[in-house]
């Protein structure tokens, strides 16, 4: 059975610094996303991630994906306080469009 | 805002009740996702189609079941409800059939007493 476990499940840090996120898969895939989701609100995709080795950025988020090691990562440069949220990770299944989520990391960025 | 609907944002409702959850994807988007929110299991993807045709299957139980009509809208049918199927149901749109961009709507919130 996929298991797909993110880590830390919290996470609390200061303005300024960096940190990364991580997404940890237990069978085949190349296809693994991120979203983000605000307190009482929908989600949002952040990166769609389709090979090994494929690396994406928008702003302060970088993610990046190795399908050899089973693992994606989520890194955080420079935080502010606006990227406070809630991070998923999800690994499509045998590449069949059949998502697998991660329990999610809630990220509080702190002044 | 998405671009994408649902209706209604709130339903309260009794367990053996049936409900039917609607989502109207973003203009030009082909393919309709549902997932399940809840604080038990986690985020959940239970169906999708593309294009009025079934394409993925996640963990979709037996007592659900959705399609999408011909104007591309989709419903979410869920039946027998039990105090656990309580959480919020989201759709999401996308232009093709395969991995790319989603565009999530803002929810249902499902309370089953």
């Known amino acids: 059975e996929l298991k797909v476990e993110q880590n830390p499940l919290f996470l609390s840090m200061q303005e300024g610094k960096n940190y990364t996120i991580y997404c940890n898969y237990s069978?085949?895939?190349?296809?693994l996303y991120w979203y983000r989701q605000d307190p009482g609100k929908s989600l949002e995709s952040l990166f769609v991630l389709l090979s090994n080795g494929a690396v994406k950025q928008e702003g302060r988020l970088m993610a990046s994906l190795d399908t050899k090691a089973r693992l994606s990562t989520l890194h955080i440069t420079a935080a502010v306080h606006d990227l406070s949220a809630t991070y998923f990770c999800a690994v499509d299944l045998y590449n069949n469009n059949d998502m697998r989520f991660g329990a999610g990391t809630r990220l509080t960025v702190k002044p | 805002d998405s671009g994408v609907t649902q209706t209604p944002k709130h339903l309260i409702t009794a367990t053996g009740q049936r409900v039917t959850l609607r989502c109207s994807p973003r203009s030009g988007d082909l393919s309709v996702y549902w997932y399940q929110q809840s604080l038990d299991q986690g985020l959940q993807f239970l169906i999708q189609y593309y294009n009025g045709e079934e394409r993925a299957k996640g963990n979709i139980l037996e007592r659900f079941s959705a399609q999408q009509f011909p104007d591309l809208h989709s419903e979410l049918n869920l039946s027998s409800l039990e105090l656990g199927d309580s959480a919020l149901y989201f759709c999401a749109s996308s232009v093709g059939a395969g991995v790319e961009t989603q565009y999530f709507g803002p929810g249902t919130r499902l309370l089953v007493l």
């Open positions: 069978t085949t895939s190349d296809r």
